[in-house]
């Protein structure tokens, strides 16, 4: 049996700088003593320069006595001939990636192909495509990290040439070989293999062949849709569109509340909940009015998942001022349209001490941020997006980062429809929640760019907003943009505590439901706003994407509940 090494715990050298002991006495100065340095702990033991800062000059290594048994003192020595002053500062330089090959991504070598030219690398990822001729032939590369292929060159002087030839569409293989510049003038840049790997090979049946799929078959695949180029680019933009959400809020000091899922209230009164229960669904316990005895149920009482967590988030904000949440909500509506879904993602922030304007102006900026900063980072993807989705769609963020957002009121824009004599499917009346058609003309033929609507009607809209004066309307406001129209909803809380019991009575719901919700404003209630915007219908709006199902991972909608 094996006698495990005693590990050496770092420790502080004489002149200062960490110095970490390893294995026979191999050592290191901290990372931060070599930033120019090509070292990385992650390659493999190779060749290494001991550089004294201090005599600007290289310290030779000694190999010594092997056989001879060392104390561990004596085998630094002898292996790098330390005989230095105390005051001398060392860089340590590791060769090895000049005889290893470097494990890397397609990413990493668009992004840093200059540098990287003839130098050995290590690829692993998926065939999209093989040319072959009787002495050389063509692989096109994809590993999922860029929306780009990479050509990889193989030749007959390869032990399996005739197995690579042979390989299919959706194969996965490892590559192993040198980057570098490329003959031909489709890339500049591409791999010229020395050794090619079968990982896993794919029959001839695999559904993603190299031809043209209509989005409605790819749900259907949904599993393997996403080694496609649409949906390859669709989800890295949905990871960094998520990303930059989170950087917004915490560079504006938000802090993130992770809210329950479950809840036994109903924020938005709209009854289309999905019911949490364990009880029998065959033969439930029964009350004596017949119905299920839900006092008997897991929780005691009926539960549901939430269609939103506004509620929980306020209590936070009464607390911390500035919250937000981001986390997935369900609505049991019935509805197969291209924009609805049974499970999405809601980013929702709550801030104290603030007003309706205050709250339309922190949106205003959130909109801006995350699209610009989709613009900068996902350039191949945008681009993309404008090829092959909708010509308009980076014209169409571009405007928007450096548009002006009108605000009108609902009453000047149910106007501002009559007035305008357009045909609509829907009449325009004061007192309509208006549909899309009405948000898309205002925004793209009246106002031709992003719009707030003010002060609805408090009869369409929830209890907990705030009444304004007239008596008539509540402090709420939907901001509408081209092409979309709805993207997100706002409204000021109602923080008088009388007034909000008045509009729980008069919505006919349970005072006792929302005690703790009341106590907020029992307890030195402060004014407070709200936001609440769809994560895939930004989603939508980035990527030009028409259907909603197309923007999400595994879609959820009625009749759907598949992977």
């Keep these: 049996m094996t006698k495990q090494r005693k590990q050496t715990k770092p420790r502080e050298s004489t002149w200062g700088s960490p110095v970490v ?3 026979e006495g191999d050592f290191f100065v901290d990372r931060k003593w070599f930033q120019e340095s090509t070292y990385d702990c992650n390659q493999p033991r190779g060749f290494w320069i001991l550089f004294d800062l201090e005599a600007k ?4 290594a000694a190999q010594g006595d092997k056989k001879k048994k060392k104390s561990t003192a004596d085998r630094r020595k002898s292996k790098f001939n330390l005989n230095y002053s105390p005051k001398s500062l060392f860089y340590i330089h590791n060769l090895s990636h000049k005889n290893h090959p470097m494990k890397t991504t397609i990413a990493k070598i668009y992004k840093n192909y200059k540098s990287m030219l003839d130098t050995p690398v290590v690829l692993n990822g998926r065939v999209r495509s093989v040319r072959d001729s009787k002495t050389f032939g063509f692989i096109e590369l994809n590993d999922g990290s860029h929306l780009k292929n990479i050509q990889i060159v193989f ?5 399996n040439f005739d197995e690579i030839c042979k390989l299919t569409t959706g194969s996965a293989i490892s590559i192993e070989g040198t980057l570098v510049a490329s003959q031909g003038a489709k890339q500049a840049f591409e791999v010229k293999a020395k ?5 896993g090979d794919c029959p001839n049946d695999y559904p993603l062949q190299k031809k043209w799929h209509s989005f409605e078959y790819l749900r259907e695949i949904a599993h393997l849709r996403t080694r496609s180029n649409t949906f390859s680019a669709v989800f890295r933009v949905r990871s960094m569109l998520a990303y930059a959400i989170h950087k917004f809020f915490n560079e504006n000091g938000f802090i993130r509340v992770h809210t329950p899922i479950i809840t036994g209230s109903d924020c938005e009164w709209a009854g289309q909940m999905f019911r949490v229960s364990t009880l029998d669904a065959v033969n439930p316990p029964k009350t004596k009015e017949g119905k299920a005895d839900f006092s008997q149920d897991f929780f005691g009482k009926e539960a549901s998942l939430t269609v939103s967590w506004q509620l929980e988030a306020e209590t936070f904000a009464t607390a911390f001022s500035k919250v937000y949440t981001f986390w997935p909500t369900f609505r049991a509506e019935n509805s197969n349209t291209s924009r609805h879904l049974s499970e999405f993602r809601m980013i929702e922030p709550e801030i104290a001490f603030a007003d309706l304007n205050d709250d339309m102006d922190l949106g205003e900026a959130l909109l801006k941020y995350v699209f610009k900063y989709v613009l900068d980072n996902a350039p ?3 681009n993309f997006f404008a090829q092959f989705i909708n010509p308009e769609v980076k014209t169409r963020l571009e405007n928007l980062v ?3 957002f009108t605000r009108v009121t609902y009453t000047e824009a149910i106007e501002l429809l009559k007035k305008s004599w357009q045909k609509f499917d829907f009449k ?5 929640d208006m549909q899309t058609e009405h948000e898309r003309y205002l925004c793209e033929k009246i106002f031709k760019g992003p719009v707030f609507v003010t002060n609805y009607p408090k009869d369409i809209k929830a209890f907990y907003m705030r009444m304004n004066e007239d008596g008539k309307t509540v402090a709420a406001t939907d901001l509408l943009v081209p092409w979309v129209g709805e993207i997100i909803w706002w409204s000021q809380r109602e923080e008088r505590l009388e007034m909000l019991e008045k509009r729980i009575k008069d919505m006919k719901l349970d005072v006792n439901n929302y005690k703790r919700y009341l106590d907020l404003r029992k307890y030195g209630t402060v004014p407070h706003t ?3 915007v769809g994560f895939e219908r930004l989603m939508m709006y980035i990527t030009g994407m028409e259907n909603i199902r197309d923007v999400i991972p595994f879609p959820r909608a009625p009749k759907t509940c598949d992977f």
């Design 21 to 23: 002991y390893r294995g």
């Design 155 to 159: 030749e007959n002087n390869l032990a």
């Design 380 to 382: 191949a993807e945008m």
């Design 57 to 60: 000059s290289i310290v030779p």
């Design 195 to 199: 050794k090619v790997t079968l990982i």
């Design 530 to 532: 709200w936001f609440g």
């Design 428 to 432: 325009v009346e004061r007192g309509m």
């Design 402 to 404: 450096k548009a002006d």
